[in-house]
């Protein structure tokens, strides 16, 4: 461990375990090393093992060198080995696969923080609920925000928040994990930050969709706000607080990913909007994540008609002018009437 010097606070660096070797994992490497920590960064394959080290990600990261420092393997017991703190990139349908493969070498006691933007879609268990059942005891945080893993890899301005039910501890993940051009944002509302993070990605699918289908920049504007009051409904159900919903895990992240063909949730809707092929597009964690989010909706009885169409339209029950229609034709309601 290296003591050392970062936007003005004092820390000692730490080793840190990063778990997947996609675009946000080797993102989030790279901003760990920037951190001054010492990193191992476990990829499943050993093709992107042997590319990482040789300063590269092509397959989720093109272009972009990465810096020598990251300790990258396809052994998790060897990335997990003396880790401080772990950081779980997988995909949020893949996190329990993933913390089955970790769990016999997780050292005892250290945070792990979750870094991927969803709800399982088979038990509408949010990621900090799996790690509860899968490792019990393990302190929990989560990051989320704004942010794209080519403009963190490049390392470029990007502001995150890092949440934990504990405040100390997210104050002192932050810390840590600050640098010079990544400032995280600590907060103890761990379910409204991975609320936020995992409903923006349907939003960002309809927003492209309403892009791909010509439907106007006022629908767009439209969309996005009622979306919104649909997320603060459902984040309420789970007890997220509304402040943590309108800060950077929530209308942020809204922000940039319904304005931007950089997301790729944004761009799977684009495709569908226009009528392009879906199959084999990169990843969009807001595909499985409509379809839980429509049917916790219907359970809990919130109403969420923007989610509801999107996973019918995602299903292929409705399609895109079926679902305007829709939503064009509902009751006339207050505006205040969340
Ligand atoms: N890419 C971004 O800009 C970005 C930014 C913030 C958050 N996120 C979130 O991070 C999560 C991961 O996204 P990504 O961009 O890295 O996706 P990606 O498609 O680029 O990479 C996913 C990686 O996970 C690995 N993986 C899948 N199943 C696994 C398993 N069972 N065990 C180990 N590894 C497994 C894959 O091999 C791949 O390396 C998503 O939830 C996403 O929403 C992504
Ligand atoms: O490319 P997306 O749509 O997965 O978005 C990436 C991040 O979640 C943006 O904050």
């Known amino acids: 461990m290296s003591a050392s010097k970062t936007s003005g606070r004092d820390k000692t660096g730490w080793r840190v ?5 996609g675009a946000w994992g080797t993102a989030l490497a790279l901003a760990m090393l920037r951190a001054d920590h010492d990193v191992r960064l476990y990829a499943r394959d050993d093709e992107t093992v042997a590319a990482i080290r040789d300063g590269e990600n092509p397959r989720y990261l093109p272009g972009i060198a990465i810096e020598p420092g990251i300790a990258a393997t396809s052994d998790i017991g060897t990335a997990l080995t003396d880790a401080d703190c772990v950081l779980a990139v997988a995909p949020a349908q893949a996190l329990r696969a993933m913390l089955t493969t970790a769990r ?3 050292p005892k006691g250290i945070p792990l923080v979750l870094c991927a933007k969803g709800i399982e879609r088979d038990t509408g268990a949010l990621l900090s609920a799996i790690v509860e059942d899968m490792l019990p005891g ?5 990051l989320s925000g704004p942010s794209f893993a080519t403009d963190v890899a490049r390392g470029l301005p990007t502001a995150v928040v890092v949440a934990a039910r504990e405040e100390a501890l997210a104050a002192e993940l932050a810390a840590r994990f600050s640098a010079q051009n990544l400032r995280c944002y600590s907060s103890d509302d761990l379910i409204g930050v991975e609320i936020g993070g995992a409903l923006k990605n349907v939003f960002a699918i309809a927003a492209g969709a309403v892009t791909g289908a010509g439907l106007g920049a006022s ?7 009622r979306g919104f009051v649909e997320l603060r409904r459902i984040g309420a159900s789970f007890g997220a607080r509304p402040e943590t919903l ?7 992240d809204l922000l940039l990913t319904c304005s931007s063909t950089q997301s790729r949730n944004f761009a799977y809707g684009l495709a569908l909007g226009q009528g392009k092929p879906l199959a084999g597009l990169p990843l969009a964690e807001g595909v499985p994540t409509a379809a839980i989010a429509a049917r916790i909706a219907t359970e809990r009885g919130i109403d969420a008609p923007i989610i509801t169409a999107v996973s019918a339209i995602l ?21 205040t009437d969340i």
């Open 138 to 142: 393990t302190p929990i945080a989560a």
């Open 219 to 225: 629908a767009q504007a439209a969309m996005v706000t």
């Open 104 to 106: 016999p070498h997780m």
């Open 17 to 21: 375990a990063v778990l997947g070797g």
């Open 246 to 252: 309108m800060g950077l895990s929530g209308l942020g």
């Open 315 to 335: 299903d292929g029950t409705i399609t895109i002018r079926q679902a305007v229609t829709a939503l064009m034709t509902r009751p006339l309601k207050t505006e």
